[in-house]
């Protein structure tokens, strides 16, 4: 089936079977590779990402479920102004060690921020439950994470209604 | 319909492809599927998405028909105006379940195991009947539903029918829906004015539980009334616990209380050893449960 959606604020198109992984396709067909494959079955949060603004693991999402919605990805994220100076923040609190489930941590961080924007330790520990860091830098993301100042996802990265909440219309 | 893919829209239109395709399989959250069955078919079964269905998603009061109005014992609201029931539409996410403000207030058991299955991530996706449907005896928010007497309404081509949650699990991962059948909602009577609930798991968060308890009562001049005490992971369905609940009508609200109820518990339950608990350590923390939950509530 032919799937069309808006990937990181762009509308794209991909052909694929109904119950093709979102991860694999954000891989192997628009080789964004932020997304990582960790455990496959929704334990890790590696492959995590925005999906209509809500964080989901893009190893569960079969492609049918795609169609019409909005995804947005690490590397969506990273290009824009907000996003990236999250991320640099992030990056030098200590945030991230190896990286591997950095994608994953940031896109969780990014969406808790954005529903608390000053967050506690409790609901940071609540967001990033789901996110397995092998390096146990745990202490550094929570610290990270509850000093960020401000919501950090880009209006322009929003499915439309959230858009307009965040520009208080 | 919708006009480019052909997949339906609407249940009636969900319900004919299911009669033209019995293979078809109906995803909703798909947090089990995609892992557990997904592999299993190398054959790419035919799909239709229920996410896609306006219908079956949402959350609303709605009137009771008065011929269906019940009044639990003591309660003393006006006899003329049926109170409303809250209706859950299928494929409402437990991340929606979690925030709203009705089922926060009226509900919080169940606010509160929709804050406690899986991650964020999961929840956002998961949705409440799907959790029904799966029917895995670990289905954190099954023994929730039991307590709140909960109904659900099942759509199939020959109409829709409403039955009590209690006759909805047969057997293990077997339920009262038929072939070409959906559920369509969950329906939960007024709020009883005690809850409470309990998940035992390996960790606080993502884990598979070991043994939940979930309960709900009235009460009048210090006893109880209409106890409704149900447990998961202990059986291969989730079930009641109708001899703790015995225990409990009529009966004072203390300590003893308490106690006698939670031998009853220990008595009613044959648990198994299992990759995530023993036999033993589960009814010894199912009665530990029932009497703290008892004396807490």
Redesign the interface.
Known sequence: ????FILNGKAVEAEG???D?LLDVLRHVFHLTGAKEGC????C?AC?VL?DG????S????L??V?GRSVITVEGLAATEKGHAYLERFALKGGTQCGACTPGIVL?GA?LLQEHPHPSHREVA??L???ICRCTGYQAIQRALSEEPEAVLDSTLLPAADAEREDGS | MNPASGLPRTVDEALLRLQERPDTVALAGCTDWMVRDRLARADAPPVIDLLAIEELHGIEEIATPPSEAKRPAGADADPTTPPPLLRIGATTTFGEIRVDRRVVEGYPILAEVASQIGSRQIQNRATLGGNLVNASPAGDSLPVLLALAAEVEIASPDGRRRIPYDAFHLGYRETALGPGELLTAVLLPPPPPHQAFRKVGTRAAVAISKVMVAMAAHSRQGRWSSMRIAAGSVAPVPMRLRAAEKVCEGAPIDVETATEAAEAAWGEVEPIDDVRSTARYRRWALSRVVRRLLLEM
């Open positions: 089936m032919k799937v069309h079977r109904p119950t992984r496959g079955e929704g334990e949060g995590t999906l809500r964080t989901v693991l190893c569960l999402v079969p049918i479920q169609d969780s969406h609540h967001a439950a789901g996110n």
